[in-house]
């Protein structure tokens, strides 16, 4: 029941104004509907390099698609071809802000790699991860529900590409939100101490 606490980005979800979010996707050359995002550390367990191989892909499949990365790392050197296409819009460490600007603009989380806490903010901010079937993501991904917050593609650069490009994934634009329950930090806590006592004599 691994958990992070949610509040304060969804509360700056709440507090951005349109013409923020217009003037960062105006900025930037967003296109609606064509912004997808990784937000995490860039390093070999998020497959980095097979992301910036298959978005190579993806600029010959949607030339127009373009992906905001929030995260630093050792892998970020992965990225310099598609940030010079300017296919990729690096923002360095996503902060609260970063990461809700993410959540008003990006129709899907690209996570080719270990999903980890990454699956709890994708369901609170109601944004789908496209992943692959790799075989060492974290126990986090059990939240997530195939089809409706997680979708797999094949495991391989230049499919992933291909189905991002041709896969109508999009994020939660409606008040059902079944499939889409995560345990709160609260519930962490909680589960956390009747454990512990559970062990105490």
Known sequence: MNSVATEDLLATVRSLSRSEVDSFADEHG???????AFVGGLDSSKRIDFLAKALNHLWDFDPIARVIVGGVGD???HFDLAVSRGQ???????????FALIAHLAEAILMP????????EA???????ITTDWPFHAPEVEYLKEGVSMFTAPNEPQAYARFISTRMVRKLETT???????????????????????LLP
């Open 75 to 77: 892998q970020s050197r």
């Open 30 to 36: 967003l296109t609606k509907g064509k912004i997808y």
């Open 113 to 120: 790699g270990r999903i980890g806490l990454i699956a709890v």
């Open 88 to 98: 990729v819009i690096m923002i360095g460490r996503a902060g609260t802000k970063e």
């Open 123 to 129: 369901l609170a901010l109601r944004i789908p991860i």
């Open 176 to 198: 059902d939100y079944s499939g889409w329950d995560f345990p709160s930090l609260q519930a962490m806590v909680d589960n956390f101490s009747r454990g512990v006592r559970s």
